[in-house]
């Protein structure tokens, strides 16, 4: 890694914040290299170089940049996962928890994640170095825990 990755900040805010919107959170990764991709018995993780960490555990899709959408279901199928792995050491254009429990995450090569809510557990989180901490709980409602002041300038 070149200490230039090292070095971005991340253009939203200097506190790595999720910034409210009318139909969500924008999360604090963009501009954000992915450092590392990981895969366990239930869930894909994916850590970027700000220290955000997001957690997938259920069923999401995978766009490619090619535009080839891949199904992935780590706990069903953990090999499904395979396509993801071309994330690493990609940057982060973009990322978004919508208040009805989805999250999408875009990419500067075009790739995407979009997870929807699940019914019955809780589909990803998304974990601030900081204090922040995002869930879709089972049902799509988002739980928040935070560790700032939001009217703070």
């Given at each position: 890694m070149t200490s230039q990755a090292h070095s971005r900040s991340c253009p939203l805010n200097d506190r790595l914040e999720p910034v409210e919107s009318d139909d969500g959170w924008i999360l604090p990764v963009a501009g954000q290299q992915v450092t590392r991709c990981t895969v366990d018995y239930a869930a894909l993780g994916l850590l970027l170089i700000n220290g955000v960490n997001l957690n997938i555990e259920g069923e999401l899709t995978y766009r490619g940049p090619a535009g080839v959408e891949y199904t992935v279901d780590i706990e069903a199928e953990p090999a499904s996962a395979a396509p993801l792995l071309s994330l690493l050491r990609k940057?982060?254009?973009?990322?978004?928890a919508f208040k009805d429990g989805r999250l999408e995450v875009h990419f500067e090569g075009?790739?995407?994640?979009?997870?929807?809510?699940d019914q019955k557990f809780e589909a990803w989180e998304v974990i601030g170095p900081h204090g922040f901490r995002i869930v879709s709980m089972p049902g799509g409602e988002l739980a928040i825990w935070h560790n700032w002041d939001p009217d703070r300038p």
């Open positions: 940057n982060v254009r973009a990322g978004k075009g790739e995407s994640i979009h997870v929807p809510a």
